[in-house]
């Protein structure tokens, strides 16, 4: 159901030219029905077009329903229901809007704080043990560590649930010195930038520039994994950027992290050419970490951008150096 994603994040960013009210139903229908002729017994996340009863009755997908991929199943329909409740909310649809807002806490239900991390989970509750978190069964292609972040739509919450923000910085670096993270794998293209989360800016900006430089060449093979339609091209292009939307569809802030290129221009809004101008004074190999920034000429002290000021023009400086700083404030407050 992640197309539901793509209609929310464009129309949100606004597109318009489709019929709006009509993609919502089917967003709506889509999230609250599986396909006529789902697959047998143990495989309901293979090629369905819907969601599963279960999802929708028990608010997770459960071991037996799909044995390869029931958490990481939970965790993409919880986002999209994240997805439906904010088209819900630009259409002015309260009512549909609160009821997929709530469900899009489901993510909880496969979240084992004795772990603190997502695990399977059976019909009648019970969590499926033993747990191994770099073991693939209930993960779509990947494993625990590498899924436990996929919570766009409510990352403050997941900050909590794992026990604040110094309990979750430590997670994230515990995936990264563990060598847990997959550069190749979509679920965790956007989890460098989450220590914005937390108040540690420094370290996104550290991060996402040692995987600008050693995971990608400009010669042969030179993405990490399958471009997949050029989702990992795109990655690149926005991290060079310094900008990031972690949470697409859900709402229109990017996240920041260290441009590679002291100046970069955003041409924007077709004939109109609005420009947008990212201006990291000083960036170099070694200057990665950002001192200050300000956003047309006023300090900004959180590490994003909306969507509205790229598209309205103006200028983000970021003056960079080779020392940490303590720029950035938690975006969870």
């Known amino acids: 159901n992640f197309q539901f994603c793509v209609v929310s994040e464009a129309y949100r960013k606004g597109i318009r030219g489709f019929d709006a009210d009509t993609a919502f139903e089917a967003m709506k229908k889509g999230s609250m029905e599986d396909s006529d002729h789902p697959l047998a017994e143990g495989l309901c996340g293979y090629f369905n077009q819907g969601t599963p009863p279960d999802y929708v009755n028990l608010g997770w997908v459960p071991d037996e329903c799909d044995i390869d991929q029931s958490a990481s199943m939970t965790l993409e329909h919880a986002y999209n229901d994240g997805c439906v409740a904010s088209m819900a909310e630009a259409l002015g649809l309260a009512t549909d809007a609160a009821f997929f807002r709530q469900r899009s806490g489901n993510y909880e239900n496969v979240f084992n704080p004795e772990h603190g991390m997502m695990q399977r989970k059976r019909r009648d509750g019970t969590w499926v043990e ?11 292609e990947a494993d625990s560590w590498k899924y436990t972040w996929t919570v766009q739509q409510d990352l403050c919450g997941l900050v909590d649930l794992m026990g604040g923000p110094t309990a979750f910085e430590e997670k994230l670096d515990a995936l990264f010195a563990g060598d847990h993270y997959d550069m190749g794998n979509e679920p965790d293209f956007h989890v460098p930038f989450l220590y914005d989360w937390v108040g540690a800016a420094h370290k996104t900006q550290a991060r996402v520039r040692q995987l600008l430089r050693d995971e990608f060449t400009a010669g042969p093979r030179g993405l990490p ?6 989702a990992t091209s795109a990655w690149y292009v926005l991290a060079a950027l310094g900008l990031y939307p972690v949470s697409p569809g859900v709402e229109e802030w990017y996240a920041i992290a260290s441009p590679l290129f002291e100046e970069a221009v955003l041409y924007l809004n077709g004939p109109q050419r609005t420009r947008f101008t990212i201006r990291a004074e000083g960036a170099s190999p070694e200057a990665i970490h950002v001192q200050s920034a300000t956003l047309n000429g006023e300090a900004l002290d959180m590490p994003r ?3 509205d000021d790229l598209v309205a023009g103006g200028t983000l400086v970021l003056r960079m150096g080779t020392e940490p700083s303590d720029w950035g404030a938690p975006i969870c407050q």
Do not use: E, K, L, Y
């Open 130 to 140: 033993p747990f191994d978190p770099t073991a693939m069964p209930g993960f779509t």
């Open 225 to 230: 994994g399958n471009d997949d339609a050029g």
């Open 305 to 307: 951008v909306h969507h």
